[in-house]
């Protein structure tokens, strides 16, 4: 399969759900800037659409292209949210994170009416796991916090988990909200909901990439085709 058709394909769909005059949450990575791409040429056609981007990235590309960027404050309703994904399974639970944004993007994601998940077939898992669980960080005390999430994961069956702070040349890597990020090697997560819950209640955690009963469509794309699965 090629993944960059797939990948397009799948923003060419969900660009079918979006109206003039929306607001939108505006995901990050390869997949969600096939999406900006498309939705600077309906501005260059004449529509009228609002942005909320989910990273600094997303944010450069949308003004480039056009897209009106809008802060969200607590009076914004953001119509519909498109983004990429990592990991999809059965459920429409999801692995985000793998761009760094996953704040930002649950943030968004949480926030509007409707959330859109766009991605290329290989993305599509019976289990969730295979790829690192990212979460999210304060640089203050970071190693005491991993030490506490080895513990937690420990207690919730993952003995084997290997986390690692993420890195590139050299450096870690600082999120757009300025915090760390810990992949999560945990092989197969067979309950997410709890494992995002017990994470996120410890004292350092900002937030994971474990996005459970947030997704209402995922459209996936192939070579020749795309389809479509709904939240039950
Ligand atoms: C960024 C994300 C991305 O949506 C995810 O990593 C998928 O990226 P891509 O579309 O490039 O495969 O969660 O934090």
Redesign the pocket.
């Known amino acids: 399969m090629d993944k960059d058709l797939g ?1 397009r394909r799948s923003a060419e769909e969900a660009a079918k759900y979006v109206e003039r005059g929306m607001t939108l949450g505006l ?6 800037a096939y999406l900006v791409d498309i939705l600077g040429e309906r501005v260059k056609e004449g529509w009228q659409l609002r942005g909320v981007p989910t990273s600094e990235e997303t944010r450069r590309h949308a003004e480039r292209v056009g897209i009106e960027i809008i802060e969200p404050d607590e009076t914004t309703q953001i119509d519909l949210a498109i ?4 990991e999809v399974d059965p459920n429409l639970n999801l692995i ?7 704040l930002r ?1 649950k943030i968004v994601a949480n926030a509007a009416k409707k959330f859109i998940v766009i991605a290329d077939k290989s993305k599509r898992v019976t289990a969730l796991g295979a790829f690192p669980l990212p979460v999210e960080i304060t640089p203050f005390g970071w190693a005491l916090t991993v030490r506490a999430m080895r513990e937690a994961l420990k207690a919730s069956g993952f003995e084997q988990a290997k986390l690692t702070l993420r890195a590139r040349d050299g450096a870690p890597v600082i999120t757009d909200g300025g915090n760390l990020i810990i992949d999560c090697e945990l092989g197969r997560i067979e309950n997410p909901a709890p494992l995002d819950a017990k994470l996120s209640s410890l004292p350092g955690v900002v937030e994971t990439g474990l996005f459970t009963d947030m997704t209402d469509l995922v459209i996936f794309g192939d070579d020749n085709d795309v389809s479509i699965a709904k939240a039950a």
């Open positions: 990948k995901g990050t990575g390869s997949t969600a983004d990429g994904a990592d985000k994170g793998g761009g760094a944004a996953l993007e």
